[in-house]
């Protein structure tokens, strides 16, 4: 599992067999036996959470808009797309 980085204990992260066909850009974040999945295109949106309050979505929603170029670089450096 490729990290992108970590941010206020949280690891942002992707798994490196997503199925076939591959789905589109997304990261997931893991922290404190918390999940949640996010889309990074078209738009940055919460596609799961399990355990994540609304207001810790809304900060993972935050710092994913804020690194998200550094996280579709990642995305792109490990599958090659």
């Not at 942002?12 to 404190?32: A, C, D, L, R, T």
């Not at 710092?63 to 090659?80: C, M, P, Q, S, Y």
């Amino acid at each position: 599992m490729p990290v992108a980085f970590r941010h206020s204990g949280l690891r942002y992260y992707f798994f490196s067999n997503e199925g076939q066909p591959p789905e589109p850009p997304h990261v997931h974040v893991k922290g404190g036996g918390r999940d949640a999945k996010v889309w990074l295109e078209p738009e940055v949106l919460i596609a799961d959470s399990y355990g994540f309050n609304r207001r810790e979505l809304s900060n993972i929603l935050r710092t994913v808009v804020e690194n998200r170029d550094l996280i579709v670089k990642a995305w792109h450096d490990h599958f090659g797309n």
